[in-house]
């Protein structure tokens, strides 16, 4: 059975800082990886996505994310983050061979420092 | 393109009344998922349609939670009788038919509380 592992619970940073939220997944097969973000009153919403090909993906708001598969890893990062990014964010995998259902991690709340 | 609408927003309930959840799904959008956050957790699937017809209800406590989507579109989720575990939001998702784009898009969520 697939599962997802996220060892960050809450993070806080101050503005300016580099951000990598950790991610590691449970699947013994092709995998798709996604990231999910959640500011605080709006829906769920993809931040980034991984299916094959180049494994460092980039997404909005200059996320970006690698996908390091002899570590079962999908880390997410971001050069230095801004007071907006303050948000919950989940890491999800989906089984290729059944591609439209994926399993969720359990989040990490990110707070900024202005 | 509008997107995933559900309502109530918000619902507040005694243990052991029952309660239902409406979703109306992007336009063309044959999967839908039903999705259960706990404070806390991430989502955790619930049931999975595609189209009218039901993919995956392995998670779904069946004793008490129903969920139908009965023309293809609209789906509702109903909980009879509730108990305080219940408490969470209940996320709906829509996906659009290509394999090629395998993005969940969530509405906004109902947050119940039972008392």
């Known amino acids: 059975a697939q599962s997802v592992s996220q060892h960050n619970h809450h993070v806080i940073l101050s503005e300016a800082a580099s951000l990598e939220l950790g991610c590691n997944y449970s699947y013994g097969g092709t995998v798709n990886l996604f990231w999910y973000v959640q500011y605080p009153g709006q829906h769920l919403q993809l931040l980034l996505k991984y299916f094959s090909g180049d494994p460092l993906v980039k997404g909005i708001k200059g996320f970006e994310a690698e996908f390091i598969k002899s570590k079962f890893s999908f880390n997410l990062r971001k050069p230095s983050v801004q007071w907006s990014d303050t948000a919950e964010y989940f890491c999800?995998?989906?089984?290729?061979?059944?591609?439209?259902?994926?399993?969720f991690g359990s989040g990490t709340r990110l707070s900024i420092r202005p | 393109e509008a997107g995933v609408a559900q309502s109530p927003r918000y619902k507040i309930i005694e243990k052991r009344q029952s309660v239902a959840f409406w979703c109306n799904p992007i336009s063309g959008h044959a999967t839908l998922y039903w999705y259960q956050q706990i404070l806390g957790q991430g989502p955790k699937l619930l049931i999975q349609?595609?189209?009218?017809?039901?993919?995956?209800d392995s998670q779904l406590p069946k004793d008490r939670f129903s969920a139908e989507r009965l023309k293809g579109v609209d789906s509702t989720l109903k909980i009879q009788p509730a108990k305080l575990e219940d408490s969470a939001v209940y996320l709906c998702a829509s996906r659009g038919p290509a394999a090629s784009t395998d993005t969940q898009y969530f509405g906004p969520g109902t947050r119940l509380t039972v008392l």
């Open positions: 999800a995998v989906g089984a290729y061979s059944s591609a439209s259902k994926i399993i």
């Open positions: 349609f595609q189209n009218n017809g039901v993919v995956d």
